[in-house]
């Protein structure tokens, strides 16, 4: 059994039992067609649907589908995610990140953290300017923001430490 989170929104379990799908308990039925290049077309009651893999990173059991233009975030659980998680060890395998580096020289237009500020994986901590551009940093981790070494109207260089994280 899988658990399939779409968008971090919808959550949907999905078995494969004696060939054929199972979605929250509830046989479905649909046909699929490989149509080449991670495309595929997809009939689902009576409905046809253009899908393509647009992204896929087996390392975090994620990818990004396009379904007939639309783009959906897709991040899957196995059972040993579920059982890792209930035993507590789910997080042991996180990555501990101590410090945000830039990755481009430019200038600190914006910083969305105070020390002491405590951050989840994908909040905005800073919006930097690089070749005429806006980029906004995000945290790799959950964590609390120990120190912010830079101001806004700072010039950075390349792998300059910008946040450290407790």
Request: aromatic share 6%; charged share 25%.
């Amino acid at each position: 059994m899988y658990k399939v989170k779409v968008n971090d929104q919808f959550l949907f379990e999905v078995e494969n039992k004696d060939s054929s799908f199972l979605v929250n308990g509830e046989p479905i039925q649909f046909d699929l067609s490989s149509i080449g290049n991670n495309n595929t077309h997809v009939l689902y009651q009576n409905k046809s649907f253009n899908t393509e893999l647009v992204e896929l990173n087996k390392a975090d059991k994620t990818c990004k589908i396009k379904v007939n233009g639309n783009i959906y975030q897709i991040s899957i659980e196995d059972q040993f995610d579920v059982l890792l998680k209930q035993l507590g060890l789910d997080s042991l395998t996180a990555n501990k990140v101590s410090e945000i580096k830039a990755p481009m020289p430019g200038l600190v237009l914006k910083v969305l953290v105070e020390e002491n500020t405590e951050v989840k994986k994908g909040d905005n901590l800073l919006v930097l300017e690089a070749m005429k551009m806006e980029n906004i940093l995000k945290s790799s981790t959950d964590g609390v923001i120990k120190k912010v070494l830079i101001k806004q109207g700072d010039k950075v260089e390349k792998n300059q430490i910008l946040i450290q994280f407790k």
